[in-house]
């Protein structure tokens, strides 16, 4: 049902100076946060995402010590997170927040959620 948040997505953007930092910080959340799933690198712009990236999904009761740790530990890599809730562009926009820059996203590649039914 879209409304509910039932997950978050933490992108994690980087480029080649910074890929060091990414990699540590993957690192970092894989040890800490074993439940969390850990996305495939993007090592070119994809979807709404305007840099190369990797996504961290995870549960609801994961949320306050992941954003503990990328505020403490982002080192300065760009992080978008957003709640999962069925409506994708309002997830990556509304139901979002930024550490960091905030990047202009591709908003054309998300769609929203389809208008509930009779």
Same mark, same amino acid.
């Given at each position: 049902m879209p409304g509910a948040v039932t997950g978050y997505h933490a992108h994690i953007y980087y480029d080649p100076a910074s890929r060091a930092a990414a990699e540590a !910080?993957?690192?970092r959340i894989a040890a800490d946060f074993p439940a969390a799933r850990l996305g495939?690198?993007?090592d070119v712009p994809i979807g709404p995402h305007p840099r190369a990236m990797y996504q961290v999904a995870?549960?609801?009761d994961l949320l306050a010590g992941l954003f503990a740790l990328l !505020?403490?530990?982002?080192?300065? !890599?760009t992080v978008l997170l957003h709640a999962e809730t069925g409506d994708d562009l309002a997830?990556?926009?509304a139901h979002a927040a930024w550490l960091g820059e905030i990047l202009p996203l591709r908003l054309e590649a998300l769609s929203p959620a389809p208008p509930p039914g009779p």
């Amino acid at each position: 049902m879209p409304g509910a948040v039932t997950g978050y997505h933490a992108h994690i953007y980087y480029d080649p100076a910074s890929r060091a930092a990414a990699e540590a !910080l993957r690192a970092r959340i894989a040890a800490d946060f074993p439940a969390a799933r850990l996305g495939r690198w993007h090592d070119v712009p994809i979807g709404p995402h305007p840099r190369a990236m990797y996504q961290v999904a995870f549960a609801p009761d994961l949320l306050a010590g992941l954003f503990a740790l990328l !505020l403490l530990h982002r080192d300065n !890599l760009t992080v978008l997170l957003h709640a999962e809730t069925g409506d994708d562009l309002a997830d990556h926009t509304a139901h979002a927040a930024w550490l960091g820059e905030i990047l202009p996203l591709r908003l054309e590649a998300l769609s929203p959620a389809p208008p509930p039914g009779p």
